[in-house]
């Protein structure tokens, strides 16, 4: 079965210094992965996703992540945090299971920017 | 450029109520579309999925059922809600490839009383 697990329920980093949240993954085969963004009383937000290719991942709002095939891993990652970012952030991954069109996710890590 | 809409945004229901959320989308053809539920601004729960008009996969037995009367139309229902029903209810759709994300609505805050 696919799963994926975000083993920080929060993440405190003061303005200006870099930053990750951190994901692990398990699947059969090739992940599909993704990570979205829920600022309160909000819908998701994709932010970025890693489908093959390049291990660096660019997305939206300056993120990006890094796919480790030999950890599991899909850590997102910002240079430098803005108290903006503070949010819920998802790792999601879709199961590729034939016959199946879910997706699921994380538990969710909170990210607190301290200005 | 598709989009996805959702409503009400917040709603208070007596306990013993009918319920009726609904999802449109729009820009797209044949999407699958997916309710979830977040208890406590937490996880996401997948409650119902569907590929297509009439067919509907429930994730969870539970007090709710969906349908799906029209291509781009996903409805959340429940003939008698129970408090342990309240939370954020999130509704999604994606084109359906692998490869693709799935974009979300802005959700609604269920709250039972």
């Known amino acids: 079965a696919q799963s994926v697990a975000q083993p920080e329920d929060q993440v405190n980093v003061a303005e200006g210094n870099p930053l990750t949240v951190k994901c692990t993954y398990s699947?059969?085969?090739?992940?599909?992965l993704f990570w979205y963004v829920q600022y309160p009383n909000r819908g998701l937000q994709f932010l970025l996703k890693y489908i093959t290719g390049d291990n660096l991942v660019k997305g939206s709002y300056g993120f990006e992540a890094e796919f480790n095939k030999s950890q599991t891993s899909f850590h997102l990652k910002k240079p430098s945090a803005l108290v903006s970012d503070s949010a819920l952030y998802f790792c999601?991954?879709?199961?590729?299971?034939?016959?199946?069109?879910?997706?699921?996710f994380g538990t969710g890590t909170r990210l607190k920017v301290l200005a | 450029s598709q989009t996805i809409h959702q409503w009400p945004a917040t709603l208070v229901q007596p306990v013993g109520s009918p319920l009726s959320l609904e999802c449109t989308v729009e820009g797209t053809s044949n999407p699958n579309l997916y309710w979830y539920r977040q208890a406590a601004g937490r996880g996401l729960q997948l409650l119902f999925y569907s590929v297509g008009i009439g067919q509907i996969s429930s994730e969870v037995p539970q007090n709710l059922s969906a349908s799906r009367p029209q291509d781009r139309q996903f409805i959340l229902s429940s003939k008698k809600l129970l408090l342990s029903d309240s939370g954020f209810y999130l509704c999604?759709?994606?084109?359906?490839?692998?490869?693709?994300?799935?974009?979300f609505g802005q959700g609604t805050r269920l709250t039972v009383v």
């Open positions: 999601a991954v879709r199961d590729i299971t034939v016959g199946t069109y879910k997706y699921i």
């Open positions: 699947v059969s085969g090739n992940p599909y």
């Open positions: 999604a759709w994606t084109p359906g490839q692998l490869n693709t994300e799935a974009f």
